[in-house]
Nanobody, 117 residues
């Protein structure tokens, strides 16, 4: 059972920055192909924020392009989401996910990001 642990969420003012990180709680012996972040705001569906392949190919939601940067450390099986120029509409619970070579998905428990003055 792979358990992913997120950190870095919190309350930030509009225009501020946060960095989220996500890593397994213990050692894993899986080939993780894709890592990424989803978010879910109250009353809305979960949406993909960003993803990154093992070769560092990235994909972003249009709403975060130019403001968010996803990166990963393959040796540590860790994924990061640098969020700049945050807006109130970025407020949501952010979930990390890993996909392994068998296309199985693993999820974190979620971390709250609140952008408010």
């Amino acid at each position: 059972q792979v358990q992913l642990v997120e950190s870095g969420g919190g309350l930030v003012q509009p225009g501020g920055s946060l960095t989220l990180s996500c890593a397994p709680s213990g050692s894993i012996f899986l080939w993780i192909t894709v890592m990424g972040w989803y978010r879910q705001a109250p009353g809305k569906q979960r949406e993909l924020v960003a993803s990154i392949t093992r070769a560092a190919n990235t994909n972003y939601a249009d709403s975060v392009k130019g403001r968010f940067t996803i990166s990963r450390d393959n040796a540590k099986n860790t994924v990061f989401l640098q969020m700049n120029s945050l807006k109130p509409e970025d407020t949501a619970v952010y979930y990390c996910y890993f996909q392994d070579s068998y296309t199985r998905n693993y999820w974190g428990q979620g971390t709250q990001v609140t952008v408010s003055s």
